[in-house]
């Protein structure tokens, strides 16, 4: 039997993310991981889309620029050495139990690590890892590590994907933008989970406005502005969740 931590899309807030791992206490004030974490008793699942910041609030948040914009190559290089900081550290705290801690590959580090398009909106878009654009390029180091990361993974029969469980829904390309599944399969094909042969799906990518979804035999974690994550009791024949609070920053944790 384990505990699966699952954490939706991080989008570059950073502190919410270790502040939800020091309270399901998968990690150390050393921001390593715990013992039941190198154990194998916790596991650690990360929906993906680590890098870009959601909203130009989060970006002057990131880098402590009240006056962030999105077009000054200044600007951009601090948003991208702030991340790159942070990813470092997260790198380290994978790569120091990879048994049990699994990044999954979301479109967006998807994006960073291959430069072949520029994400955002008509608001904002995420220029920060172009050079071309006036950004700076992800280390190498950085890049392969992202690239190691799996499209998803399964555990006691249940499937953990950044945005669903087929094939075309973790390939990201054209048809992946241009199509609208991505972000709606859940509402007609929620029985993709079951076709697939899994017996439950925690997925991220879909923003979930009112906070984590449990709809039939899947979960919908993209919920990190409403300070919410998931954990999951898994063996053979057990299934439980529970939709766990965040506390807010300065709490003492432990």
């Known amino acids: ?12 807030d950073f502190p919410k993310l270790w502040r939800a791992l020091r309270n399901s206490y998968a990690v150390g004030e ?6 039941p974490l190198l154990r194998g008793t916790y596991r650690v699942v990360l929906m993906g889309d680590l890098v870009h910041p959601k909203l130009l ?4 948040r990131l880098t402590g620029l009240e006056d962030y914009d999105p077009s000054n190559p200044d600007h951009l290089r601090t948003a991208a050495k702030a991340q790159i900081r942070e990813l470092m550290r997260i790198k380290r705290f994978q790569e120091a139990a990879p048994d049990h801690i699994t990044i999954l590959l979301g479109n967006h580090d998807h994006a960073a690590v291959t430069g072949d398009l520029v ?3 008509a608001h904002l878009e ?3 890892f172009h050079p071309e654009l006036g950004g700076v390029e992800l280390p190498e180091e950085l890049k392969h590590w992202i690239q190691s990361f799996p499209t998803q993974i399964t555990l006691y029969g249940v499937n953990f994907a950044h945005v669903g469980p087929v094939p075309w829904l973790q390939t990201y390309d054209e048809m992946f933008y241009n199509g ?6 859940w509402l007609s094909n929620a029985d993709y989970v079951e076709r697939m ?12 406005k009112n906070g984590i979804l449990i709809k039939d035999k899947l979960a919908l974690i993209d919920a990190l502005d409403h300070n919410q994550y998931l954990e999951l009791i898994l063996d053979e024949d057990r299934l439980d969740w529970e939709i766990v ?5 300065g709490t003492q944790l432990y």
Request: proline share 6%.
């Open 180 to 185: 609208r599944e991505a972000k709606e399969w």
């Open 1 to 12: 039997m384990i505990k699966v931590i699952a954490i939706g899309d991080l989008h570059a």
């Open 126 to 128: 995420h220029r920060e």
């Open 57 to 60: 609030a989060d970006y002057r």
């Open 245 to 249: 609070e965040i506390p807010p920053a």
């Open 30 to 35: 050393d921001w390593l991981p715990s013992d």
């Open 119 to 121: 994400l955002g909106n």
């Open 197 to 208: 042969g899994y017996r439950f799906g925690v997925y991220g990518h879909t923003v979930m």
